[in-house]
Protein backbone atom coordinates (compact mmCIF):
# COMPACT_ATOMS: atom_id res chain seq x y z
CA UNK A 1 0.00 0.00 0.00
CA UNK A 2 3.09 2.10 0.80
CA UNK A 3 3.70 2.12 -3.05
CA UNK A 4 0.14 3.58 -3.45
CA UNK A 5 0.64 6.82 -1.69
CA UNK A 6 3.71 7.48 -2.81
CA UNK A 7 2.48 7.73 -6.34
CA UNK A 8 -0.73 9.10 -5.06
CA UNK A 9 1.89 12.18 -3.48
CA UNK A 10 3.55 12.17 -6.51
CA UNK A 11 0.68 12.73 -8.61
CA UNK A 12 -0.51 15.70 -5.96
CA UNK A 13 2.90 17.07 -6.07
CA UNK A 14 3.11 17.16 -9.62
CA UNK A 15 -0.82 18.40 -9.73
CA UNK A 16 0.44 21.32 -7.59
CA UNK A 17 3.01 22.53 -9.46
CA UNK A 18 0.85 22.65 -12.24
CA UNK A 19 -1.68 24.45 -10.42
CA UNK A 20 0.41 27.08 -9.04
CA UNK A 21 1.97 27.68 -12.86
CA UNK A 22 -1.64 27.97 -14.20
CA UNK A 23 -2.45 30.55 -11.67
CA UNK A 24 0.70 32.13 -12.00
CA UNK A 25 0.14 32.80 -15.45
CA UNK A 26 -2.76 33.77 -15.73
CA UNK A 27 -1.71 36.69 -12.57
CA UNK A 28 0.25 37.68 -15.07
CA UNK A 29 -1.55 38.57 -18.06
CA UNK A 30 -4.28 39.93 -16.02
CA UNK A 31 -1.36 42.22 -14.39
CA UNK A 32 -0.60 43.50 -17.86
CA UNK A 33 -4.15 43.83 -19.07
CA UNK A 34 -4.92 45.95 -15.85
CA UNK A 35 -2.00 48.11 -16.94
CA UNK A 36 -3.39 48.36 -20.59
CA UNK A 37 -6.62 49.46 -19.20
CA UNK A 38 -5.16 52.10 -17.03
CA UNK A 39 -2.82 53.99 -19.67
CA UNK A 40 -6.54 53.80 -22.15
CA UNK A 41 -8.67 55.17 -19.70
CA UNK A 42 -6.55 57.22 -17.11
CA UNK A 43 -8.36 55.44 -14.40
CA UNK A 44 -6.63 53.28 -11.87
CA UNK A 45 -6.84 49.35 -13.43
CA UNK A 46 -7.58 47.86 -9.62
CA UNK A 47 -11.01 46.71 -10.63
CA UNK A 48 -9.23 45.29 -13.31
CA UNK A 49 -5.83 43.65 -12.28
CA UNK A 50 -8.21 41.79 -9.57
CA UNK A 51 -11.30 40.25 -11.90
CA UNK A 52 -10.83 36.37 -11.93
CA UNK A 53 -9.77 36.24 -8.12
CA UNK A 54 -13.05 34.78 -7.47
CA UNK A 55 -11.94 32.09 -9.68
CA UNK A 56 -8.55 31.41 -8.74
CA UNK A 57 -9.63 31.45 -4.97
CA UNK A 58 -12.31 28.37 -6.41
CA UNK A 59 -9.45 26.80 -8.28
CA UNK A 60 -7.12 26.77 -4.77
CA UNK A 61 -9.32 25.54 -2.74
CA UNK A 62 -10.42 22.43 -5.04
CA UNK A 63 -7.21 21.71 -5.35
CA UNK A 64 -6.22 21.64 -2.24
CA UNK A 65 -9.09 19.27 -1.24
CA UNK A 66 -7.75 17.14 -3.93
CA UNK A 67 -4.11 17.06 -2.54
CA UNK A 68 -5.46 16.33 0.91
CA UNK A 69 -8.27 14.31 0.05
CA UNK A 70 -7.37 11.52 -2.44
CA UNK A 71 -4.08 10.63 -0.68
CA UNK A 72 -6.40 10.66 2.52
CA UNK A 73 -8.90 8.33 0.92
CA UNK A 74 -6.49 6.02 0.10
CA UNK A 75 -4.65 5.64 3.37
CA UNK A 76 -8.29 5.05 5.07
CA UNK A 77 -9.07 2.39 2.34
CA UNK A 78 -5.89 0.63 3.42
CA UNK B 1 3.75 57.45 0.48
CA UNK B 2 1.67 55.68 -0.77
CA UNK B 3 2.28 54.52 -4.78
CA UNK B 4 -0.06 53.61 -7.74
CA UNK B 5 -1.21 50.28 -8.73
CA UNK B 6 0.71 51.18 -12.18
CA UNK B 7 3.80 51.78 -10.52
CA UNK B 8 3.86 48.93 -8.65
CA UNK B 9 2.95 46.62 -11.55
CA UNK B 10 6.16 44.31 -13.27
CA UNK B 11 8.02 46.71 -15.65
CA UNK B 12 8.15 44.31 -18.06
CA UNK B 13 4.65 43.83 -19.31
CA UNK B 14 5.40 47.19 -20.64
CA UNK B 15 7.27 45.61 -23.11
CA UNK B 16 4.10 43.89 -24.52
CA UNK B 17 2.17 46.81 -25.34
CA UNK B 18 1.02 49.11 -27.91
CA UNK B 19 2.12 52.91 -28.05
CA UNK B 20 -0.72 54.77 -27.36
CA UNK B 21 -1.23 58.25 -28.40
CA UNK B 22 -1.51 60.82 -25.75
CA UNK B 23 -5.03 61.75 -26.28
CA UNK B 24 -6.24 58.29 -27.46
CA UNK B 25 -9.41 57.60 -25.31
CA UNK B 26 -10.93 54.01 -24.50
CA UNK B 27 -14.77 54.08 -25.98
CA UNK B 28 -15.72 50.14 -25.11
CA UNK B 29 -13.91 47.55 -23.26
CA UNK B 30 -16.30 44.65 -24.47
CA UNK B 31 -16.00 40.87 -23.30
CA UNK B 32 -16.74 37.90 -25.20
CA UNK B 33 -19.70 36.33 -25.66
CA UNK B 34 -20.41 33.54 -22.74
CA UNK B 35 -21.49 31.11 -25.87
CA UNK B 36 -16.90 30.86 -25.57
CA UNK B 37 -17.59 28.69 -22.12
CA UNK B 38 -19.89 25.80 -23.98
CA UNK B 39 -17.17 23.31 -24.05
CA UNK B 40 -16.94 23.30 -20.63
CA UNK B 41 -19.58 21.30 -20.92
CA UNK B 42 -17.75 18.49 -22.15
CA UNK B 43 -16.80 18.26 -18.31
CA UNK B 44 -19.90 16.00 -17.81
CA UNK B 45 -17.94 13.03 -19.56
CA UNK B 46 -14.97 12.84 -17.32
CA UNK B 47 -17.01 13.45 -14.19
CA UNK B 48 -19.14 10.08 -14.87
CA UNK B 49 -15.95 8.38 -15.89
CA UNK B 50 -14.81 9.80 -12.13
CA UNK B 51 -17.52 8.78 -10.30
CA UNK B 52 -17.78 5.19 -12.05
CA UNK B 53 -14.38 4.71 -11.08
CA UNK B 54 -14.79 6.03 -6.89
CA UNK B 55 -18.18 4.15 -6.84
CA UNK B 56 -16.10 0.59 -7.85
CA UNK B 57 -13.05 1.43 -6.63
CA UNK B 58 -15.02 1.65 -3.21
CA UNK B 59 -17.39 -0.99 -3.37
CA UNK B 60 -14.68 -3.48 -4.36
CA UNK B 61 -12.61 -5.02 -1.04
CA UNK B 62 -9.61 -3.07 -0.04
CA UNK B 63 -7.01 -5.95 -0.66
CA UNK B 64 -8.44 -6.25 -4.24
CA UNK B 65 -6.07 -4.65 -7.37
CA UNK B 66 -8.88 -4.08 -8.82
CA UNK B 67 -9.97 -1.28 -6.30
CA UNK B 68 -7.22 -0.23 -5.97
CA UNK B 69 -6.48 0.26 -9.62
CA UNK B 70 -10.15 2.08 -9.93
CA UNK B 71 -9.05 4.60 -7.31
CA UNK B 72 -5.93 5.59 -8.71
CA UNK B 73 -7.32 6.07 -12.03
CA UNK B 74 -10.47 7.86 -10.28
CA UNK B 75 -7.37 10.16 -9.17
CA UNK B 76 -5.55 10.47 -12.05
CA UNK B 77 -8.21 11.37 -14.16
CA UNK B 78 -9.79 14.15 -11.57
CA UNK B 79 -7.00 16.03 -11.47
CA UNK B 80 -6.11 16.21 -14.74
CA UNK B 81 -9.91 17.51 -15.55
CA UNK B 82 -9.74 19.87 -12.83
CA UNK B 83 -6.56 21.45 -14.43
CA UNK B 84 -7.95 20.97 -17.76
CA UNK B 85 -11.40 22.84 -16.64
CA UNK B 86 -9.48 26.37 -14.85
CA UNK B 87 -7.11 25.79 -17.78
CA UNK B 88 -10.38 26.86 -20.26
CA UNK B 89 -11.89 28.78 -18.30
CA UNK B 90 -8.94 31.14 -16.83
CA UNK B 91 -8.10 31.37 -20.57
CA UNK B 92 -11.69 32.25 -21.88
CA UNK B 93 -11.81 34.84 -19.05
CA UNK B 94 -9.01 36.28 -20.61
CA UNK B 95 -10.16 37.40 -23.97
CA UNK B 96 -11.45 40.90 -24.30
CA UNK B 97 -12.32 43.05 -27.19
CA UNK B 98 -10.77 46.89 -26.12
CA UNK B 99 -12.38 50.23 -29.14
CA UNK B 100 -10.58 52.88 -28.44
CA UNK B 101 -11.10 56.15 -30.98
CA UNK B 102 -8.18 54.95 -32.83
CA UNK B 103 -7.68 51.41 -32.55
CA UNK B 104 -9.30 47.83 -32.36
CA UNK B 105 -7.30 45.32 -30.12
CA UNK B 106 -8.63 42.06 -29.78
CA UNK B 107 -6.85 40.41 -26.87
CA UNK B 108 -6.77 36.19 -26.83
CA UNK B 109 -5.22 33.89 -24.29
CA UNK B 110 -4.54 30.33 -23.49
CA UNK B 111 -2.34 30.01 -20.71
CA UNK B 112 1.43 29.14 -21.84
CA UNK B 113 0.33 28.12 -24.94
CA UNK B 114 -0.72 31.43 -26.53
CA UNK B 115 -0.74 35.08 -25.80
CA UNK B 116 -2.40 37.18 -29.49
CA UNK B 117 -3.04 40.93 -29.55
CA UNK B 118 -4.43 41.69 -32.52
CA UNK B 119 -4.22 45.59 -33.16
CA UNK B 120 -6.63 47.32 -36.26
CA UNK B 121 -5.88 51.22 -36.60
CA UNK B 122 -9.31 52.63 -37.31
CA UNK B 123 -7.72 54.95 -39.59
CA UNK B 124 -6.75 51.83 -42.03
CA UNK B 125 -10.45 50.10 -41.50
CA UNK B 126 -12.13 50.49 -44.97
CA UNK B 127 -15.24 48.22 -44.11
CA UNK B 128 -16.78 46.64 -40.88
CA UNK B 129 -18.80 43.14 -41.64
CA UNK B 130 -20.89 41.14 -39.55
CA UNK B 131 -20.93 37.51 -39.90
CA UNK B 132 -23.74 35.62 -37.46
CA UNK B 133 -23.64 31.84 -38.87
CA UNK B 134 -26.09 29.25 -37.54
CA UNK B 135 -29.50 29.18 -35.30
CA UNK B 136 -27.15 29.38 -32.03
CA UNK B 137 -25.36 32.72 -32.99
CA UNK B 138 -28.92 34.38 -34.06
CA UNK B 139 -30.85 32.80 -31.41
CA UNK B 140 -28.40 34.69 -28.64
CA UNK B 141 -27.36 37.46 -30.93
CA UNK B 142 -22.95 36.92 -31.41
CA UNK B 143 -21.42 36.47 -34.16
CA UNK B 144 -17.64 37.35 -36.49
CA UNK B 145 -17.01 41.31 -36.92
CA UNK B 146 -14.51 41.25 -39.72
CA UNK B 147 -12.70 44.42 -40.26
CA UNK B 148 -11.34 45.17 -44.39
CA UNK B 149 -8.35 46.91 -44.34
CA UNK B 150 -8.02 46.87 -47.98
CA UNK B 151 -6.28 43.90 -49.67
CA UNK B 152 -7.46 41.60 -46.56
CA UNK B 153 -9.81 38.74 -46.62
CA UNK B 154 -12.50 37.84 -45.01
CA UNK B 155 -10.67 34.32 -44.29
CA UNK B 156 -7.87 36.04 -42.66
CA UNK B 157 -8.12 35.32 -38.76
CA UNK B 158 -6.56 37.84 -38.04
CA UNK B 159 -8.72 40.67 -38.94
CA UNK B 160 -12.16 38.68 -37.34
CA UNK B 161 -12.80 39.00 -33.75
CA UNK B 162 -14.68 36.24 -32.90
CA UNK B 163 -17.78 35.56 -30.02
CA UNK B 164 -18.99 39.57 -30.25
CA UNK B 165 -22.07 40.14 -28.40
CA UNK B 166 -24.72 42.23 -30.18
CA UNK B 167 -22.27 42.26 -33.63
CA UNK B 168 -24.83 44.81 -35.50
CA UNK B 169 -24.67 47.52 -32.76
CA UNK B 170 -20.75 47.03 -32.60
CA UNK B 171 -20.37 47.64 -36.03
CA UNK B 172 -22.87 50.69 -36.27
CA UNK B 173 -20.87 52.22 -33.06
CA UNK B 174 -17.14 51.36 -34.74
CA UNK B 175 -18.22 52.52 -38.49
CA UNK B 176 -19.84 55.77 -36.49
CA UNK B 177 -15.94 56.35 -35.34
CA UNK B 178 -14.60 55.34 -38.54
CA UNK B 179 -16.82 58.08 -39.81
CA UNK B 180 -15.75 60.67 -38.13
CA UNK B 181 -12.08 60.17 -37.99
CA UNK B 182 -12.40 60.67 -42.45
CA UNK B 183 -14.68 63.54 -41.84
CA UNK B 184 -12.04 65.19 -39.61
CA UNK B 185 -9.08 63.88 -42.16
Redesign the interface.
Known sequence: MNAVVIFSLSIQILSLITGYVIMAEYRKIRHRRARLFMELSQSDGRMAARQGHVLLWIYGLLLAIFIVGWPLLLFVRS | MKT???ER??WK??K??PE?EAD???LK?LHTHWMQFAPLLLVIFPLSLIIGLLVA??TLP?SSLLG?TS??LS??V??LT??WF??L??SI??N?I?I?DRRI?F?S?K??LR?NMHEILNRRINAVEVSKKGVLQNMLDYGELWFDTGGSESQDRTQIVPYVPHPYHWEKQISDVIARIKRAE
Open positions: SLLLPFRAMFERLVGLATLLMVSVLHFHILSLDLTLLSLWD
